[in-house]
C-alpha cells in the first residue's frame, strides 16, 4: 500500500510540475504573440487557465499529504493523550467528509458538461476535460485523507464526532469555521467545509461549491500568484537578495546608521519583484538582522524596522494580495498597482525618516568602509537583475503587457 501510495505521489508530482510548466510557456508565448508576433492564437490563455486550474486543485491535495496546509495549532499542540488523538481523528474526518462530499458533487458538473456538449472557445475542448480536475483532486484527497484517518483509529481507538444541528445560517458559518480551526483543520478546508454546513439550511445542491472553485480559479489573474512566487524563490535561491543588500550598502555609505536605510531600500526594492511580505522579510531579514545586531545596533529596532519594511511586500507592486482583491471585487488591478507605489513610497520615506531620528538619538553605528565608485558599479552590475521591476511598470503604463 505504502508503494501504491509513493507511485501516485510521484504521478501527482509530476502532473504538477508538467502543467505549472505549460502554464509558464503559454503565458510568456501569450505575450510575445501579442506585442510582437501579432499570430491569430486565441488558445495560449485559454491552455494557461487551465493548467492553472489543475495545477492549484492537485497542489491543494499535495499540501494536505505533506501537512503544508496552513492551520491554526495553538490549541491543539498543547492537547495530548486521548483527547488529541480525538481532535485529530476529527480533523481528519472533517478533511475527508469535504473531500468527499466535493468528490461526488463534481460528478454532477461532470455529467452535465457531457450531456450538453459544451466546447472552449479557444481549444474547442470539452469543457468535461477541465471539469475533470475537480473529480481528480477531490477523489486523490477523499482516497488519501480516509486512509489517514483509518490508520489514525486503527492506532488507537478514539471517540466520535458529533454532528449538531443548524439553528442560524450565520451561527452554523462563523461557528462552523471557528470550531475547525481551532481543531486544527486546515483553513481552506475550513472555509469550505463551513460554507457546505452553511448551505444545508437551503435548497441548494453540493455542486455549487466545486463549482465556484473552479470558475474561481478559472481567472487570468489567479495565474499571476504562482508566478509572483516563482520570482521570489528565484531571487531568494539565485543569491539576488544578497546582491540587492551589498548595492544598497555601497549607495548608502558610511553614515551613522546606514545599514537600517539599506534594510529599507533592500526591502523596496525586494518587495517591487516578490509581492510577498513573508518572504521579503526572510530573504532581507535573513541576512541584515544578524549582521545588524552584531555590529551594535540594537535589537528591538533593528527586528522593529525589518517587520515593518517587509510589509512592503503587498504594496508595492506587484502585489499578490492585489491580484486577490482585484480578482474577488472585479477591480482594476493597474488602478491599485498606480495606487500601491504611491503608497509604498509614502512609507519608505516615512521609514528613512525614523531612521534617522532614532541613529542620531540612540548613536547608531557607522559603516566602516568607505564604497568608492569602482565598487558601486561592480554592485550594481551584480544587482541589475533585480531591477528588471522597472519593466513591469513600463510594460503596464506602455500598454504592452496587462499588471498580471
Known amino acids: 500500500m505504502k508503494r501504491l501510495f509513493a507511485n501516485l505521489q510521484k504521478i501527482e508530482d509530476f502532473i504538477l510540475v508538467a502543467t505549472f510548466t505549460v502554464m509558464v510557456l503559454a503565458s510568456f508565448a501569450q505575450v510575445v504573440n501579442q506585442n510582437i508576433i501579432h499570430a491569430g492564437v486565441s488558445w495560449l490563455e485559454e491552455l494557461a487557465r487551465y493548467c492553472m486550474v ?3 486543485l492537485l497542489a491543494t491535495e499535495a499540501g494536505l499529504r505533506d501537512n503544508t496546509q496552513i492551520s491554526i495549532t495553538a490549541i491543539t499542540d498543547k492537547i495530548h493523550g486521548m483527547t488529541g488523538r480525538v481532535v485529530r481523528i476529527i480533523s481528519k474526518a472533517v478533511v475527508a467528509i469535504f473531500s468527499g462530499v466535493c468528490f461526488f458533487s463534481s460528478f454532477t458538473i461532470l455529467k452535465t458538461q457531457l450531456s450538453s456538449g459544451q466546447v472552449s472557445p479557444g481549444l474547442h475542448l470539452p469543457m468535461a476535460i477541465p471539469y475533470f480536475a475537480l473529480t ?21 481507538r478514539g471517540g466520535r464526532p458529533r454532528k449538531g444541528g443548524c439553528v442560524m445560517t450565520a451561527i452554523i458559518l462563523f461557528g462552523t469555521m471557528i470550531v475547525l480551526l481551532i481543531i486544527g483543520v486546515p483553513i481552506s478546508v475550513s472555509l469550505g467545509a463551513a460554507t457546505m454546513a452553511s448551505l444545508l439550511c437551503f435548497d441548494v445542491p453540493m455542486a455549487v461549491v466545486p463549482q465556484r472553485m473552479f470558475t474561481a480559479l478559472d481567472s487570468v489573474s489567479i495565474m499571476a500568484i504562482p508566478l509572483f512566487v516563482l520570482a521570489g524563490n528565484l531571487m531568494t535561491e539565485g543569491g539576488i537578495s544578497r546582491r540587492l543588500v551589498d548595492f544598497c550598502n555601497s549607495i548608502i555609505g558610511n553614515i551613522r546608521g546606514g545599514m537600517g536605510y539599506a534594510m529599507v531600500l533592500a ?8 509581492g510577498s511580505a513573508p518572504a521579503t522579510v526572510l530573504a532581507i531579514g535573513g541576512m541584515l538582522y544578524p549582521d545588524m545586531v552584531r555590529l551594535g545596533y540594537p535589537k528591538e529596532r533593528c527586528a522593529g524596522l525589518l517587520t515593518v519594511s517587509g510589509g512592503l511586500g503587498p504594496i508595492i507592486p506587484p502585489s499578490i494580495i492585489m491580484v486577490v482583491y482585484c480578482t474577488i471585487t472585479n477591480s482594476s488591478v493597474g488602478d491599485m498597482f498606480k495606487g500601491g507605489i504611491v503608497a509604498g513610497l509614502m512609507i519608505s520615506i516615512v521609514l528613512v525618516v525614523i531612521c534617522i531620528y532614532y541613529s542620531n538619538k540612540e548613536k547608531w ?14 554592485h550594481f552590475i551584480h544587482a541589475l537583475p533585480a531591477f528588471f521591476s522597472v519593466c513591469y511598470f513600463g510594460g503596464i503604463y506602455s500598454g504592452l503587457m496587462t499588471p498580471t
Open 54 to 56: 489543475y495545477m492549484a
Open 136 to 156: 481528480l483532486s477531490f477523489g486523490i484527497i477523499t482516497v488519501i485523507q480516509a486512509a489517514a484517518l483509518v490508520c489514525l483509529v486503527m492506532e488507537k
Open 267 to 274: 526591502c523596496a526594492f525586494f518587495a517591487a519583484l516578490s
Open 365 to 378: 553605528p557607522k559603516n566602516t568602509e568607505r564604497t568608492s565608485v569602482s565598487q558601486l558599479a561592480k
